[in-house]
């Protein structure tokens, strides 16, 4: 068989809108072989694409959601109501202190205390009535009733007079326990850690050299190390000064609540 010559092709460009049309023909062809083929323009913009930053860490508790339960006063730890990780309401009872011998005797000497100042007051305005001591006088026994008042008061408040249940501030989780019972702690020990569920970060280390690309409010996405729960959250801090023991820059990363756990690692 022996071809033609391929006829011209003849175009027509219809332009409207950013839209191009194009119509092309066979001049040799059949009439129904006619193609149209539709053409979306798109102006240029200048712009970049992202940068992305990958960094390792473990989740745990904001700032703000995190609280460390201390001693208020020298007690014995008496029984232990929750487990390490375990979940409570607002206001469960964690554990039960009891004054410890030292708190006990201050408790005792204060009482004894406020009594004797008592006393003085009363004697002291009956010498007043008969001239026998001054306002002065007066005014002093006083002063020392009331001090006697207020050190007794402060050593109720931390539980000085007996036994003592400390309760959660809030909904936590409950992260560290350092105190076993029996064990007689001081003032300010630390008796236990609590997270809050619904503020936890991820806090991720990264090298001094693409930290400086990150920025608050950058998003990113978490992914628990070994698959799992993904989400994406928001830069909240970005440290300045790499971390002595790594080297790394510390950054802050918000998680929606209820997709991780506090100790998971993720990327």
């Known amino acids: 068989m022996i071809r033609g010559p391929i006829a011209g092709v003849a175009c027509l460009a219809l332009s409207a809108a950013m839209t191009l049309t194009v119509a092309c023909a066979d001049d040799g062809g059949d009439s129904n072989s006619n193609q ?11 712009g970049s694409l992202p940068s992305v930053v990958t960094g390792y860490g473990t989740i745990g508790a904001a700032n703000s959601g995190r609280r460390t339960i201390m ?52 004697s002291t305005g009956k010498l007043v009535a008969l001239h026998l001591a001054t306002a002065q006088d007066l005014a002093s026994a006083r002063k020392s009733e ?26 936590a989780i409950v ?17 236990m850690d609590l997270a809050a569920p619904g503020h936890l970060v991820l806090t991720v280390g ?7 690309a990150i920025a608050p409010n950058d998003s ?7 698959g799992g729960a993904s989400a994406t959250g928001r830069v ?7 971390a002595a023991d790594t080297g790394l820059v510390p950054v802050d990363i918000s998680l929606p609540p209820g997709k991780f756990l506090p100790g998971e690692m993720a990327e």
Not at 104 to 116: D, E, G, I, M
Not at 175 to 191: F, N, R, S
Not at 221 to 226: C, E, H, K, S, Y
């Open 175 to 191: 992260t560290a326990l350092t105190a076993a019972p029996g064990a007689i702690v001081t003032e300010g020990a630390p008796l």
């Open 36 to 46: 149209s083929v539709l053409v979306t323009l798109t102006r240029l913009e200048q």
């Open 146 to 171: 009331s001090d006697a008042r207020a050190q007794l008061r402060a050593l109720d408040e931390v539980g000085a007079a007996g036994p003592n249940v400390v309760r959660a501030p809030f909904p």
């Open 71 to 122: 001693a208020p006063e020298s007690a014995v730890v008496g029984a232990i109501f929750v487990r390490l990780g375990e979940r409570v309401p607002a206001g469960a009872p964690l554990m039960r202190l009891a004054p410890s011998p030292a708190s006990a005797a201050s408790y005792s000497q204060a009482r004894s205390a406020l009594a004797v100042a008592r006393q003085l007051v009363a």
């Open 236 to 242: 909240t801090v970005r440290g300045n000064v790499a």
């Open 206 to 212: 990264v090298v001094p050299g693409q930290a400086a």
């Open 220 to 226: 990113a996405a978490v992914t628990l190390i070994g």
